[in-house]
Nanobody
């Protein structure tokens, strides 16, 4: 059974930084993509950033230049370094693992709250 556990959320002032972590455990295909999504109150869940096993990254326009996604394939860890945080970054951040064999399947963490406020 695949399990994703996020950590690192919290309260930070505008302009500050946070680093989120996600630990994946269980058995899953080595061909996969991991990512971060977020959901603010009253809004739909949206993509923040993804990274493939090979290191290809993709970012939402709203976070480009401020957030950096990375992963440690050997340890099944995913990170999101968030700099220059803005109040509009406030949301619950979810870790996602998408595997491609034997079919496309998505796994989600329980989420971690990030609040940007003075």
């Amino acid at each position: 059974q695949v399990q994703l556990v996020e950590s690192g959320g919290g309260l930070v002032q505008p302009g500050g930084s946070l680093r989120l972590s996600c630990a994946a455990s269980g058995s899953f295909s080595s061909s996969n993509r991991m990512g971060w999504y977020r959901q603010a109150p009253g809004k739909l869940r949206e993509l923040v950033a993804t990274v493939s096993t090979g290191g290809r990254t993709n970012y939402a326009d709203s976070v480009k230049g401020r957030f950096t996604i990375s992963r440690d394939n050997a340890q099944n860890l995913l990170y999101l370094q968030m700099n220059s945080l803005k109040p509009e970054d406030t949301a619950v951040y979810y870790c996602n693992l998408q595997t491609y064999w034997p079919g496309v399947r998505d796994y989600w963490g329980q989420g971690t709250q990030v609040t940007v406020s003075s």
